[in-house]
C-alpha cells in the first residue's frame, strides 16, 4: 500500500504520477492506487467537493507537506493560480480489457494527495486479512484511524474514546464521548493538533478546496462512523473543511454514515452529533 499511495515516498506510484501526466497499472497489480482514487471519486460529490484529494499543490504551499514550513505572508494571487490545478475532475480513469488501468491528468500541474483517505483504506486491508486468517475479534488502528470486529475478552464490546481539543490532552481523562461502534470503523479529523500560528492567525492542515485557504471552520473534530474506515476517514475531512451545520446536514443525509462533532460556538466548545449517533455512544 505504501508503495503505490505514500506521499511521502519518492519512488511510490502516487508520487510518479504526481511528478508526470499519467499512470499505467497493469491487471496482475494490486490497484490500491485505483481504489483510493475510486472511493475518493465518490465523496468527492457527495461532499460537493469539500473532500478533494487534488489539493496537494496547495498542502505544499501552505507548509502541510513532507518539506514542512509555514507561509510567512500569504500570496493571494499565487492562491489562486493553484486553484486552477484542483479539482478532481482534472484526473481521467480509462480502463483496458486486457486488465490494465491507465490514470491521466487534464492538467499536467494536478497532484493527487491521498492523506486524508489512505490510512482508513490501510485499517480495512489489515482487518481483511485477519478475518481470511479467520480471526473474527479485531481492533485494528493506524493512526487514529479505527475499524474493530467481534469483542474483547468476557464477550465485552470495544471501546473507542472520541479525545476533544483540551490543553490536557489525556486521553485517559479528557474525552467528549465514549463509543462501541461495533463490527464498523471510526475516523477522526482535527485541527487542534496540526497547524501553526503565524502573526497571531492559526492555519490549520484541513484545506477548503474551493478558497484554497487553510479551512479553519467551526468545527474542531469530526468523527465518522462506517461500514469500511476509507470511507469514514475521507468524510471526517470533507466534513472539516464545511463548519458544523453544512456537515452535520450532508452527515444527516446519508444514511451509512453516523458522525459526532466537536465544535466552537463563539469560544465555548459543543458537540453535536447524527440521531444514530446516539445508540452508539456509551453512558
Same mark, same amino acid.
Given at each position: 500500500?505504501?508503495?503505490?499511495?505514500n506521499?511521502?515516498?519518492?519512488?511510490?506510484?502516487?508520487?510518479q504520477?504526481?511528478?508526470?501526466?499519467?499512470?499505467?497499472?497493469?491487471?496482475n497489480?494490486?490497484?490500491?492506487f485505483?481504489?483510493n482514487?475510486?472511493?475518493?471519486?465518490?465523496?468527492?460529490?457527495?461532499?460537493?467537493g469539500?473532500?478533494?484529494p487534488?489539493?496537494m #499543490?496547495?498542502?505544499y504551499?501552505?507548509?502541510?507537506?513532507?518539506?514542512?514550513?509555514?507561509?510567512?505572508?500569504?500570496?493571494?494571487k499565487e492562491i489562486?493560480?493553484?486553484?486552477?490545478y484542483?479539482?478532481?475532475?482534472?484526473?481521467?480513469?480509462?480502463?483496458?480489457k486486457?486488465?490494465?488501468?491507465?490514470y491521466?491528468?487534464?492538467? #499536467?500541474?494536478s497532484?493527487?494527495?491521498?492523506?486524508?483517505?489512505?490510512?482508513?483504506?490501510?485499517?480495512? %486491508?489489515?482487518g481483511?486479512?485477519?478475518?481470511?486468517k479467520?480471526?473474527?475479534?479485531y481492533?485494528?488502528?493506524i493512526g487514529?484511524?479505527?475499524v474493530?470486529?467481534?469483542t474483547k %475478552?468476557?464477550?465485552?464490546?470495544c471501546?473507542?474514546?472520541?479525545?476533544? #481539543?483540551?490543553?490536557k490532552?489525556?486521553?485517559?481523562?479528557?474525552y467528549?464521548?465514549?463509543?462501541?461502534?461495533?463490527?464498523?470503523?471510526?475516523?477522526?479529523?482535527?485541527?487542534?493538533?496540526?497547524?501553526?500560528?503565524?502573526?497571531?492567525?492559526?492555519?490549520?492542515?484541513?484545506?477548503n478546496p474551493?478558497?484554497?485557504?487553510?479551512?479553519?471552520?467551526n468545527?474542531?473534530?469530526a468523527?465518522?462512523?462506517?461500514?469500511?474506515?476509507?470511507?469514514a476517514d475521507g468524510?471526517?475531512?470533507?466534513?472539516?473543511?464545511?463548519?458544523?451545520?453544512?456537515?452535520?446536514e450532508?452527515?444527516?443525509a446519508?444514511?451509512?454514515?453516523?458522525?459526532f462533532?466537536?465544535?466552537?460556538d463563539?469560544?465555548?466548545?459543543?458537540?453535536k452529533?447524527?440521531?444514530?449517533?446516539?445508540?452508539l455512544?456509551v453512558e
Amino acid at each position: 500500500i505504501n508503495q503505490q499511495v505514500n506521499t511521502y515516498d519518492p519512488h511510490a506510484l502516487l508520487s510518479q504520477f504526481n511528478q508526470g501526466t499519467e499512470l499505467t497499472i497493469e491487471g496482475n497489480e494490486p490497484h490500491h492506487f485505483g481504489r483510493n482514487l475510486v472511493m475518493a471519486r465518490e465523496i468527492y460529490k457527495k461532499t460537493d467537493g469539500f473532500f478533494d484529494p487534488t489539493v496537494m #499543490p496547495l498542502v505544499y504551499y501552505w507548509g502541510f507537506g513532507k518539506n514542512k514550513k509555514a507561509v510567512e505572508e500569504v500570496d493571494e494571487k499565487e492562491i489562486k493560480k493553484l486553484l486552477a490545478y484542483v479539482g478532481l475532475d482534472n484526473i481521467k480513469i480509462l480502463e483496458y480489457k486486457n486488465g490494465s488501468t491507465t490514470y491521466k491528468k487534464s492538467n #499536467p500541474k494536478s497532484q493527487l494527495d491521498f492523506s486524508a483517505i489512505a490510512k482508513g483504506y490501510a485499517v480495512d %486491508q489489515v482487518g481483511k486479512f485477519l478475518t481470511e486468517k479467520g480471526i473474527t475479534n479485531y481492533l485494528v488502528e493506524i493512526g487514529g484511524e479505527t475499524v474493530t470486529k467481534g469483542t474483547k %475478552q468476557r464477550d465485552e464490546a470495544c471501546t473507542i474514546g472520541i479525545v476533544g #481539543p483540551t490543553k490536557k490532552m489525556n486521553p485517559q481523562q479528557d474525552y467528549n464521548a465514549l463509543v462501541q461502534i461495533g463490527d464498523k470503523a471510526m475516523a477522526t479529523s482535527g485541527d487542534y493538533l496540526n497547524f501553526y500560528e503565524v502573526n497571531g492567525k492559526k492555519y490549520g492542515h484541513t484545506l477548503n478546496p474551493k478558497t484554497g485557504y487553510s479551512a479553519m471552520s467551526n468545527i474542531l473534530s469530526a468523527s465518522v462512523v462506517a461500514n469500511e474506515c476509507m470511507i469514514a476517514d475521507g468524510y471526517a475531512t470533507g466534513f472539516m473543511a464545511m463548519g458544523i451545520d453544512k456537515a452535520l446536514e450532508v452527515a444527516n443525509a446519508i444514511p451509512e454514515l453516523e458522525a459526532f462533532f466537536i465544535y466552537d460556538d463563539n469560544g465555548e466548545t459543543k458537540v453535536k452529533y447524527t440521531e444514530g449517533m446516539k445508540t452508539l455512544i456509551v453512558e
